[in-house]
């Protein structure tokens, strides 16, 4: 087995990455083997790196993206060294280019409402218009990832407790808080959904009663959108943004957010307090006599 297929494997059984997050990693190991023209990983050097970085530099990728291929690199290489017996990582001591920080996309308490309240005409006897509100409740309320609210069981759910098991990133589980309306909406959803699901185990089933995909989930959010009026493009991330700046701007608990989201590092977390910084700063302008100037 080659370095890159040992390392890869590294990364699903030891670390037990997703296969979305390894598959990421091979296309970034092979496009540093097309940047380096087809000499060999192990054979690569610093000169050999920063020469990837300025071809990259040079097709106007982003800056994240270059930083992102940086850092499988250097993954890649530090595997070598401990465990493949390579010299030394060739991408010590570079740096990535600086890239300014994108706030997300987040929806105000206002459209998390009109969402929610709307939603398509019914379908199914109601019940695809009852799972898709449950779904959607579910994210604002608990500030879900797309692919942890897909991969949901109903063993998962603890509707006495007003709970929810959650399997995030690195596989690493965490317990949520669901809230009232979410746990209005699921119990809602749970008795129709005894009539279409096929997958016994899956909460949110589709219209075939197999577990619904994330990109189903994708489609039906954006549909509801449309039909609410928001005049944007909504995806689910936006709700796990909305669910975590709305949580702060009321609690001022960066910590509590943190543990809710699953994020590893508190440094994650804290690009929500630019976002209530925002919000504070509107505030003040609308409402300070000696504030910026009203256009």
Known sequence: MNPVDRYLQHLAAERRLSPHTVAAYRRDLASLARLADGKPLTELGAADIR??????????LAATSVARQLSSWRGFYAFACRRLGHADNPCLGLRPPKA?????DILSPDACA????GGPAAESG?????RDRAMFELFYSSGLRLAELAGLDLGDL???SGEAQVTGKGRKSRVVPVGRQALAALGAWLPLRLALARDTAALFVGRNGSR????SV???LDRWARQAGLGQHVHPHMLRHAFATHVLQSSGDLRAVQE???HASISTTQVYTHLDWQHLAKVYDQAHPRARKKP
């Not at 020469?51 to 106007?60: D, E, F, H, P, W």
């Not at 109601?126 to 009852?130: K, N, R, T």
């Open 100 to 104: 300014a920080k994108a706030l997300p």
């Open 126 to 130: 109601d019940a695809l218009q009852a």
């Open 212 to 215: 619904l995909t994330p990109r």
């Open 114 to 117: 009109r969402l929610l309240q």
């Open 158 to 160: 603890d509707l006495q």
């Open 218 to 220: 994708q489609l039906r």
């Open 260 to 262: 809710m989201l699953g």
């Open 51 to 60: 020469g990837a970085i300025v071809k990259l530099r040079s097709q106007n």
